[in-house]
């Protein structure tokens, strides 16, 4: 699921084209970790935002992303959108799965005819999603940018799974696709494991074994 949520977000949605910058929040988590790498193949220039130094050195040395930017170490809007343009110059394609100030930080950076895919909003999922003050805001970017936001939805896609297969099978097949999973053990655990992905304890997807 979150192969293909990835897959057809970036792809369907974000359209990467050689040379364009795609930033991904979220990017060390099961999606965005696999819509970097999907970016990097598409051709683009591609910066994760994440918690941590140590979830920014993966995504540098291991995925190999052109910057990494540190949430946590940039901890407001004003600092993080200084940080990012810095590195990347403005934005081309952004794959939101945070939501909150992180996004706030982006969109201004935007360039000419991005496109914003909103996957998710983990940031405000306990307590904020319906909060005006983080809402919608700072669209009159989108006017003169001439850019798209675009909700998905990876059920939406289900019926097109062998299309995705065909292409990335071979890619995870050769070991070129890193998915890192963190593994929680026993049922009882559920949910400080559920409640450990608002704290970012987890690299790649997160599974309870039981
Ligand atoms: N549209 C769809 O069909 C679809 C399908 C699957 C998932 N999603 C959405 O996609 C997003 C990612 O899902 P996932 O399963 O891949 O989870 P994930 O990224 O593996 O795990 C969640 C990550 O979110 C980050 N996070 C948590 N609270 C945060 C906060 N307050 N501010 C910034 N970052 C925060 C943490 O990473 P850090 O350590 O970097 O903070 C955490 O590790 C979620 O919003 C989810 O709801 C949507």
């Known amino acids: 699921m979150p192969g293909r949520t990835a897959w057809f977000g970036l792809m ?20 965005g970790s696999l819509v970097a790498q999907f970016g990097k193949r598409a051709g683009c220039r591609v910066f994760g935002i994440a918690g941590g130094a140590r979830k920014c050195r993966f995504l540098t040395d291991t995925l190999k992303l052109d910057g990494a930017i540190d949430y946590r ?3 407001d809007t004003a600092a993080l959108a200084a940080e990012l ?36 909003a983990i940031s405000q999922y306990q307590g904020g999603l319906d909060r005006p003050d ?15 936001i675009q909700g998905i939805l990876a059920r939406d896609f289900v019926h097109r799974m062998d299309e995705m297969k065909a292409i990335v099978a071979p890619w995870v097949q050769r070991g070129e696709i890193v998915f890192e999973e963190t593994i929680v ?14 704290e970012g304890k987890n690299l790649g997807k997160l599974l309870v074994r039981i």
């Open 12 to 31: 369907d949605a974000g359209v990467p084209k050689p040379g364009e910058t795609l930033v991904v929040s979220g990017a060390a988590g099961a999606v």
């Open 73 to 75: 170490a940039n901890s």
């Open 134 to 148: 983080m809402g919608p805001r700072l669209l009159q970017h989108m006017l003169y940018q001439r850019a798209t």
């Open 85 to 120: 343009k810095r590195l990347t110059g403005g934005v081309d394609v952004y794959f939101d799965n945070v939501g909150g100030w992180i996004t706030d930080a982006v969109i201004p950076l935007i360039k000419r005819r991005a496109r914003i895919i909103i996957c998710g």
């Open 185 to 198: 053990d026993g049922f009882d655990n559920l949910p400080s494991a559920l409640n450990s992905l608002f």
